[in-house]
């Protein structure tokens, strides 16, 4: 039982020191939508949790309101926006990876007037601009927005936080995922992955249903309308066999279908709209409300407000104090007119649907179910018009339309952190946009004229699953380049493509191809290699370009091998055996060239298989050569055997035969070398952030950041001086403070609080942090006195009563020690008398300093002091408890064995019976074991054990002390009365000079009579 209980501590001490040795291994997961955001998190102990924001809600609004030297953000900063909303910037999604001629920018000036857009010089993008020193770009808003959810995550999680998954829109093209790449960079968060939101959806989805699926295939629609988007996904489920793991289930993204503008603000705006052109037709003022930005502002929130009601309520009364000129505006408006206003919109719910079947190339029969994802598709209309499109019996609403993108989002950053096992469960995304490889070629017309021919090459199909690798491989001998562009887009609409942004994705200068070919003409040129890489986030990445050459190395014969044939040749006699195995490694080495070059053939492009027949010729000429060879060998080992001659030419002549054989039958291998070629990319759709850009970013917001901790800490000390000021002038009138001050002394305490109130209320709340600072300080110096003789009076009486306590049951333990005989003692004399001489100590300083204290006025410093009784108590708590422990791993004497007189008595009638002499055995052999014992042998007595003394306490404790190993004779134990009975640990001083006891971790620090009973019990015994 004491093993078992040692390993538990053990254990627990071990999960006691896990949080320091995982300090920051917590990961975090990012919503990030058009208006909101979700964060969640993972750390040892928190599986899969919404983190709150500073509001405890667990969404939060999308916004950054930069106005002077203030920064908010979330509701904070939409609480600014109705008054100032040009200093509020929202839904900076839809202006990611945008030029600044894009439509999608006129789109959104139109919607916020109030904001001023400029070209970005550099890269041709947006910048918010209020003056000239305050400019952002929408990539430094959103880095701020993403600090902004580390910083709530990290609270939440109470530990540091740089590891994040952030979903993103599955319809998000390579520019805007570099944009978020960019972002999270500027705001120092590392990417694990970018992952389609409703790729998230569908692995929450999977993860909490993991028995349900099994290797029939499930066939799920995910049918999500956001504030500025709709996506309908189809995603098969299915368990699949891997190597690692065996069985795992596994989603994989069939078919996408979306709509960038369909979405819940659009209804907003509409019912925007429509309040405004109700206020103007109350004609409560001369003026367009339309105008006004902040009238707008609040019309948007009660917009938003009457959206969310409507859903539930057939008609609601809208309501607006101040509108504009100090009139209200309030009007009712229904359901039926708000269906009406988003007519079109709804008219617009089909659509994703039937493109997402279209991708897929499936129909409605084969979807199991459609389930409902994102707070617009609460509106009643839209699960009307849907359930209508799929012809299905109900919607699917078992999923938390708000949070399963976060929560699947954060299971797969628990999956990609090494800090983490989780379950797997495999995710296959699909590229909703192709990609392709264009490349100009010179080519030859059969009357000898060369014309340029442009070709395409599919890189990545649309719903190709990533992340994938390609190698394309081009035939140039001379410099060149290529262009990756997107391929076939005409499955998107006009104003999607209008939106889209540039087709062309990157042009690829080739340099040094000519001069790499030059150098290596003694290899065969295999072509120049292009590695393409789309990574887990959806990312296309270029990783190498090289030229490719294959030549043909002899190899060398091993020593072994030319031992063995060595051997053999003279185990031989020079038959004509060994002739006919000459040629086997040559055709082992033919048979698998083929298999090689066929492996090459699959490996490259479709367009380079159009022209293999040199290699073919290649392939088809080594095996028939070599066959050739072999019937000829064959034909003149039959001559050998028919014919023959003994004359000296002949031998000379198959001596030489076989030497040309051995030559020929040499092993020969295939080797691929490469040599990497000079890249330049031009891209063609958004430029990068250049390094200096990134690091002038960072170096905008840690200014922002740092400013931001400036103000909260001046306002930290602000409330402390206020509170201080209050707390103090309340407590100088109650009865404790008055006790211990004089009269003087409160009367300058009450005049310097007197004149630093006045201060606050002139020049206070504009004074710097060191000013607020010092005055608190020499207000804390000022009362530091009147505080501790509180403080002294408040822990008087509980620390005397434990030094009190202490002390009695000291004594108590030290006479009962006393009483135990001096054979059966535990404790040396030493041991004693340093505990009575503690105990002592105590008592003559507890006597003499409680009687001076109380000669001592309260108002002056106490002698007596809280810390010194601690102290005290804690002396003799370290003594007692050194000698509790002592005797708990103190093993009992053995019992001395009453077996004497039974032992004579069997000698002196050994011959009287069998049986008798068998007895005086058994009993001659009970000393002999106890010998053997003292070398360490373990001894089970028979018996019984002494009977305890007439009033002693035989509790659960005395039961539980160790049973003694090494039973020893009367003669040993006289020997042993002069040694402790057990040995101390090395190192330890144990006479009187020693300061220090040992003390054991596991003895509890508190003790009562009944163990001093039980101690005095086990050592009797």
Known sequence: MRRKLTLWARLCLVLALLPSQTASVAVMSVDLGSEWMKVAIVKPGVPMEIALNKESRRKTPIAVCLKENERLFGDSALGVSVKTPKFVYRHLQSLLGKMHDNPQVAVYQKRFPEHHLVTDESRGTVLFSNSEEMQYSPEELLGMVLNYSRGLAQDFAEQPIKDAVITVPAFFNQAERRAVLQAAQIAGVKVLQL????????????????????????????????????????????????????????????????????????????????????????????????????????????????????????????????????????AK????????????????????????????????????????????????????????????????????????????????????????????????????????????????????????????????QRMAPYPQSKVITFNHTDDFAFYVNYGDLSFLGQEDLSVFGSLNLTTVQLSGVGSSFQKHTDAEYKGINASFNMDKSGVLLLDRVASVFETIVEEEESTLTKLGNTISSLFGGGSSEPNANVTEPVQDEEKVHPESVKEQEEAAPQEEKQEPGEKQQQEEVAPTHEKTEGVDSKADLQDEKEGATSGEEEKTTEEAAKTEAKKKAKPQKKTEFSEDVTVELQMKDILKLNFEAITSSNKKLQDLTDRDLEKQEREKTLNSLEEFLFDTQDKMYQEEYQAVVLEEEKETILARLSKVSTWMDEDGYSASTKELR??????????????????????????????????????????????????????????????????????????????????????????????????KWALLDHEVNYLLNKATKTKPKAAKPKAAKPNNSTTSESSSSKANSSKMEEKVILPKEETKDEEGAEVQQEEPPIKEPTGQNTDSLS???????????????????????????????????????????????????????????????
């Not at 997402?356 to 509106?379: C, P």
């Open 195 to 330: 992952i389609n939101d409703n790729t998230a959806v569908a692995l929450n989805y999977g993860v909490f249903r993991r028995k349900d699926i099994n290797s029939t295939a499930q066939n799920i629609m995910f049918y999500d309308m956001g504030s500025g988007s709709t996506t309908a996904t189809i995603v098969t489920y299915q368990t699949v066999k891997t190597e690692e793991s065996g069985s795992q289930p596994q989603l994989q993204i069939r078919g996408v279908g979306f709509d960038r503008s369909l979405g819940g603000f659009e209804m907003e705006l509409r019912l925007q709209n429509h309040l405004a052109k109700l206020f103007n037709e109350q004609k409560k003022t001369k003026k367009d409300v339309r105008e006004n930005h902040r009238a707008m502002a609040k019309l948007l929130k009660e917009a938003q407000r009457l959206k969310t009601v409507l859903s539930a309520n057939a008609e609601f009364m809208a309501e607006v104090e101040g509108l504009l000129d100090d009139m209200d505006f309030k």
């Open 333 to 460: 408006v229904t359901r039926v007119e708000f269906e009406t206003l988003c007519s079109d919109l709804f008219e617009r719910v089909p659509g994703p649907v039937q493109e997402a079947l279209g991708s897929a190339e499936m129909s409605l029969d084969e979807i199991e179910q459609v389930i409902l994802v994102g707070g617009s598709t609460r509106v009643p209309k839209v699960q009307e018009v849907l359930l209508k499109a799929v012809g299905k019996e109900e919607l699917g609403k078992n999923l938390n339309a708000d949070e399963a993108a976060a929560m699947g989002a954060v299971y797969q950053a628990a999956a990609l952190s090494k800090a983490f096992k989780v379950q797997p469960f495999l995710v296959s995304e699909a590229t909703v946009f192709p990609i392709q490889v264009e490349f100009t070629r010179e080519m030859e017309e059969e009357d000898g004229s060369r014309i340029l021919k442009h070709n395409k090459h599919i890189l990545f």
């Open 774 to 871: 010092e005055k608190l300080q020499d207000l804390r110096k000022l009362c530091k006195d009147m505080f501790f003789r509180v403080k002294e009076h408040r822990e008087w009486p509980g620390q005397l009563a434990t030094l009190e306590s202490m002390l009695n049951s000291s004594s108590f333990f030290l006479r009962s020690s006393k009483l135990v005989p001096e054979d059966d003692r535990i404790f040396t004399d030493v041991e004693l008398k340093r505990l009575e001489k503690v105990i002592n100590e105590t008592t003559t300083w507890k006597t003499n300093t409680v009687a001076e204290q109380e000669k001592r006025s309260p108002t002056e410093r106490p002698v007596l002091l809280s810390k010194d009784i601690e102290s």
């Open 959 to 1021: 039961q539980s002390q160790p049973t003694d190993k090494t039973a020893t004779t009367e003669g040993a134990e006289e020997v042993q009365q002069e040694e402790p009975p057990i040995k101390e640990p090395t190192g330890q001083n144990t006479d009187s000079s020693s300061q220090s006891q040992p003390t054991d971790k596991t003895a509890s620090t508190a003790f009562n009579f009944e163990n001093q009973k039980v101690i005095g019990s086990a050592q009797t015994s």
